[in-house]
């Protein structure tokens, strides 16, 4: 068992990306994209996504799967205006 | 022809991840880390990335990978601290 690990839980590793729903305003992407242009780069359109890695202990992939999907309603994406997306896998 | 796009040049779409290098504090993540562990979650580690999507217009794939690559080292990532990774498709 490594170190930090609880009995019965398994180690699983989810990989987050929450970018804003097509229709809303990216003003960092924006931002970026006048700057792409301004050094003379024929850029149309930048988007911008945030990606968060997690490393979490939980009893079997499903309930780390339930877990993280709710960690992103309550935490880390705002469902009003976000997209999200995410995959988990045991580590070894 | 695309609206908008130049003679001899194609669309291209970059996709690219920009993360701190492994050894520097990502802040954000440890911040998200706390409060996820206050929510009674089980993590250990929380890493944070941005995700640019560039949509450009280039003469060939190899320019526009040439041309991603320097967005990269001057604007989108700090050479410092961070770490970049990209791939770029042609667009249909």
Avoid: H, W
């Amino acid at each position: 068992m490594s170190t930090g690990e609880l009995v019965g839980f398994k180690s699983y590793r989810a990989r987050i990306e929450v970018k804003l729903k097509s229709g809303y305003l990216d003003p960092e992407g924006e931002t970026s994209r006048k700057a792409l242009v301004d050094l003379r780069y024929k850029v149309n359109r930048v988007g911008t996504a945030k990606v968060y890695e997690i490393d979490l202990q939980a009893p079997s992939l499903e309930e780390a799967k339930r877990q993280v999907d709710e960690m992103c309603m309550r935490l880390l994406a705002n469902p009003v205006k976000d997209d999200y997306a995410f995959e988990v896998k045991e580590m070894k």
